[in-house]
């Protein structure tokens, strides 16, 4: 999916723990400094991620830099995979650090949370899924990221914070695309711009009072992890959604 001059979303699909899902990290590739890639997809995808770069006339081995939103498994379950393979430096805010490099377990690899999941499960499924739990995959960060700062690459990107689906969410702002890579702090599903997945964020009143941080970008587009892409007005929807006493959506 193209977002704008040398920036492109992968659209990868793939069944992970007996759910399909599509998730779509970003490429960026405008200037001099080689390619980044907003996020790492679920483990095992480095191969739909080279096939992907390969169609946009890159090289693996161009990836200079990920930037990762947050922990969770489908964001950076290639990531040791892709920085093993191309020497990537890999950034993620200070708060989800801990949990990216195995130092801390992930916030919802929590088995509690899973058990009724696991159950319904078939018994080979079930295996894998219980030894991906009990050894996530990690990656070593090099750049620790706070909020606020300006990434001087592809004509320069915003860390906006954004905590609450976990605690080190961040969204990137690419200043020259006028053009917000979300992660999981948005969605769109139907067609419209939506807030965080109920079901999986860590802590809903500090996720949506994080959308505020958003709006003081000039964003003419959004670009969700989950669902794609949205640009009728991404700023009055997110003004909309950023209000705590709009009632939420059940998933
Ligand atoms: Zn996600």
Redesign the pocket.
């Known amino acids: 999916m193209r977002l704008g001059e040398c920036a492109e979303a992968l659209e990868l699909t793939m069944s992970f723990m007996g759910m399909k899902s599509t998730?779509h990290p970003v490429v960026l590739w405008e200037g001099r400094e080689g390619v980044t890639l907003i996020d790492a997809g679920f483990p095992g995808q480095l191969p739909v991620i080279e096939s992907g770069l390969t169609a946009l006339g890159l090289k693996l081995m161009d990836v200079r830099r990920i930037f990762l939103t947050?922990q969770?498994l489908?964001?950076i379950g290639s990531a040791e995979a892709l920085q093993a393979a191309t020497g990537a430096e890999v950034s993620a805010h200070a708060a989800d650090k801990p949990y990216i490099e195995g130092e801390k377990r992930l916030v919802k690899m929590d088995p509690g949370r899973w058990e009724d999941r696991l159950k319904a499960m078939p018994e080979k499924l079930r295996h894998q899924a219980r030894l991906m739990m009990s050894s996530p995959p990690t990656v070593k960060v090099k750049r620790v990221l706070h909020g606020g700062e300006l990434l001087p690459f592809h004509g320069g990107i915003d860390v906006i914070a954004t905590p609450g689906h976990t605690p080190g969410h961040v969204c990137y702002f690419v200043k020259s695309q006028g053009l917000l890579v979300a992660?999981?702090a948005l969605r769109v599903e139907k067609g419209e711009l939506a807030g965080p997945s109920l079901n999986?964020t860590s802590d809903m009143p500090a996720a949506i009072a994080s959308l505020k941080n958003l709006l003081a970008c000039p964003i003419t587009a959004v670009l969700c992890?989950?669902g794609g892409y949205f640009d009728r007005d991404p700023v009055a929807r997110i003004r909309e959604l950023a209000d705590p006493t709009v009632p939420r959506g059940s998933k």
């Open positions: 998730i947050h969770d489908d964001h992660g999981d999986a992890y989950h």
